[in-house]
């Protein structure tokens, strides 16, 4: 799991609407990113940090967006630990501020948006886990 989750090119496949990314170095790349909100998408320029970590236990990532009509910012974290059944828990959490007129459609009408592709990620974090594990032997 740690692989995957510090793997910008694995991370990349878990987020809806990525065009293109680059990697800068180990710590700081960019996605250029497409967002669905609904009858359209935000297109967006997307530039992340990892600002902490430890090693296989967690890491902070900070995000800064821009794009026609919105900017982003966002803190997110993660903490990972030994699961009961011998698995890997995952807890985490997203800080997310958008502004702008698409920051202004309110949380009502964004956070079914928000949730439905944290949803997303999710469980193309977890297609993303299984295919290293079957990769790894």
Do not use: C, Y
Request: proline content about 4%; cysteine-free.
């Amino acid at each position: 799991v740690w692989e995957v989750v510090n793997d910008p090119a694995s991370m990349a496949k878990t987020m809806p609407g990525v065009e293109s990314f680059d990697i800068h170095d180990d710590r700081r790349w960019t996605a250029n990113v497409k967002i669905p909100l609904g009858l359209g998408g935000l297109k967006m320029k997307v530039e992340m940090e990892k600002v902490e970590e430890r090693e296989l236990e967690f890491a902070k990532l900070s995000a800064k967006g821009q794009g026609v009509g919105a900017m982003m910012n966002m803190q997110t974290s993660f903490t990972l630990s030994d699961a009961p059944d011998g698995g890997t828990a995952m807890a985490w959490s997203a800080d997310v501020k958008i502004a702008g007129p698409v920051g202004s459609m309110g949380q009502r009408v964004l956070q079914p948006i928000v949730n439905q592709q944290v949803d997303h990620v999710l469980n193309a974090l977890e297609v993303q886990v299984q295919e290293a594990l079957k990769a790894a032997g």
